[in-house]
């Protein structure tokens, strides 16, 4: 598992709202979260509510979808948003999508070849 922090760019699915962010890489999360302020200044609708595992517990939780660029990829991903968190936490399923991987010895991101199977 590792950690990286990295600039991004999310936007809602439309593209008509987006934001450059600092977000935590987080390989041992699964599930990419973004705050509830974040999610209402670009608009992201909320396509239903969820009930997730967290460190304290099960909690029910907000998803919507929305445009997720890291480095010169972008893809329409699943999001949780949390009133809880207050930064982008992206998951191991946008970083494995992108092709990335957190190194934990630079605390940086580094590209790897898409696992297929």
Do not use: C
Request: aromatic share 4%; net charge positive.
């Amino acid at each position: 598992m590792g950690h990286a922090w990295v600039e991004i760019k999310v936007s809602n699915a439309e593209k008509e709202k987006s934001a450059s962010v600092k977000a935590i890489a987080d390989t041992g999360a699964l599930l990419t979260v973004t705050p509830k302020n974040l999610a209402n200044q670009l608009r992201i609708k909320t396509i239903e509510e969820e009930l997730v595992a967290t460190g304290t517990g099960p909690i029910k939780v907000k998803k919507g979808r929305a445009r997720i660029k890291v480095s010169d990829r972008e893809e329409l991903f699943r999001v949780w948003i949390s009133d809880i968190v207050d930064k982008v936490l992206l998951g191991a399923i946008v970083l494995e999508e992108h092709g990335f991987q957190a190194d934990p010895a630079t605390r940086e991101l580094k590209k790897e070849p898409l696992l297929m199977y």
